[in-house]
């Protein structure tokens, strides 16, 4: 098979990042970047040498001939672009969340599906190295039967300084982070049936909310507490990692600051380091996403390639989607939904 053309549309803050990721992948290339603002997209069409910059994502579609497209926009322009490309392209990948609310993203999912396009969706937490260990050790079976866990995402990290959009979301945490969380939770500990949550905004300065609180009984009978904050003033910074405890009926695995996963059992504790690959070209602040950004591509990837099916596909996201929307209306009713 011959390297699969691709374009990204969208030359924001993560679209470099997401570029760099996709050159440490052999068997793709990038022909071709998108943007409103064509300047944004000259600049990073240098930066990374892609011979084709537009303006007008139609005209880019009708002009290149692409194996798939990644979309790399805010979320309220993931829909109509996924509509757009996939009037032209056999493969879609959106970035997280999928869509702006739940029936934008179940539209998104229908439409490709109705066109025979695979959809995907760039959902790159649970390809974090810390996360992918903790789930072979919870799944060597070395804690036994899980009865309860914790999934945290608590900073005080200035996120707004590099996105500032996000301090303009009427619904913020949840959607930018909670896409992760819940996405990390059904990763680690399977599907919800009933949840619980509480939201608050405690920096004044924004318009959504920057603390939510999940509450879950999951299919399995184990209870599982999200919770998420930016407005954590911690004794430890954690951005931009997810601290996990699982407590099982023979012990309990802790993931800690600085990749550390403590295993206890009754015979003791011992303690790994599941430090991610670091890429030179990745942000310090944020290098543990950056690292996991190639992982994610290489599934998607993969699955382009006909090698195995990805983990992330429009189908396997929406689930984690509903689940970000249905803790909204949680927390509007403040009652336990139950699906
Ligand atoms: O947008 C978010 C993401 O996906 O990871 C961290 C982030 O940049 C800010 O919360």
């Known amino acids: 098979m011959g390297n699969l053309k691709f374009a990204v549309m969208g030359c924001g803050f993560w679209s470099k990042f997401q570029i760099a990721a996709w050159k440490e992948l052999e068997g793709v290339e990038l022909v071709a970047l998108y943007n409103r603002t064509k300047a944004k997209a000259e600049k990073l069409a240098?930066?990374?040498?892609?011979?084709?910059?537009?303006?007008?994502?139609?005209?880019?579609?009708e002009k290149e001939s692409l194996d798939f497209v990644d979309i790399i926009t805010d979320v309220d322009t993931h829909a109509p672009f996924t509509e757009l490309a996939s009037r032209?392209?056999?493969?879609?990948?959106?970035?997280?969340?999928?869509?702006?609310?739940?029936?934008?993203?179940?539209?998104?999912?229908k439409t490709t599906k109705d066109r025979d396009v695979n959809f995907y969706?760039?959902?790159?937490?649970?390809?974090?190295?810390?996360?992918?260990?903790?789930?072979?050790?919870?799944?060597?079976?070395?804690?036994?039967?899980?009865?309860?866990?914790?999934?945290?995402?608590?900073?005080?990290?200035?996120?707004?300084?590099n996105q500032p959009f996000l301090a303009e979301l009427d619904q913020f945490i949840l959607t930018d982070i909670g896409s992760h969380i819940l996405?990390?939770?059904?990763?680690?500990?399977?599907?919800?049936?009933?949840?619980?949550?509480?939201?608050?905004?405690?920096?004044?300065?924004?318009?959504?909310?920057?603390?939510?609180?999940?509450?879950?009984?999951?299919?399995?009978?184990?209870?599982?507490?999200?919770?998420?904050?930016?407005?954590?003033?911690?004794?430890?910074?954690?951005?931009?990692q997810t601290l996990v405890l699982a407590e099982g009926s023979e012990g309990s695995i802790k993931l800690e600051h600085d990749f550390k996963i403590k295993i206890t059992t009754r015979n003791g504790t011992r303690e790994i380091t599941a430090a991610p690959e670091m890429y030179d070209w990745a942000d310090p602040d944020y290098a543990l996403i950056h690292s996991s950004i190639v992982d994610c591509n290489r599934d998607i990837l993969q699955d382009l390639q006909d090698k195995k099916e990805s983990e992330t596909t429009g189908d396997d996201n929406i689930k984690t989607i509903r689940l970000v929307y249905q803790c909204y209306d949680s927390a509007a009713k403040d009652e336990k939904l139950k699906f």
């Open 121 to 161: 969706v760039h959902e790159n937490f649970r390809w974090q190295s810390p996360l992918r260990q903790f789930k072979e050790i919870l799944q060597s079976g070395e804690i036994g039967k899980v009865f309860k866990s914790r999934v945290t995402f608590c900073s005080g990290f200035p996120v707004f300084d």
């Open 183 to 240: 996405d990390v939770c059904r990763f680690l500990f399977g599907e919800p049936i009933d949840l619980h949550c509480k939201i608050k905004t405690v920096n004044p300065k924004i318009k959504g909310e920057d603390v939510a609180n999940v509450f879950m009984e999951m299919e399995d009978g184990s209870h599982c507490y999200a919770e998420m904050s930016y407005a954590s003033i911690l004794e430890k910074e954690s951005f931009p």
């Open 88 to 109: 032209y392209v056999k493969n879609v990948i959106c970035q997280k969340p999928m869509g702006p609310d739940l029936a934008t993203a179940e539209n998104m999912v």
């Open 46 to 61: 240098e930066e990374f040498d892609v011979p084709s910059v537009y303006d007008d994502a139609e005209e880019m579609l």
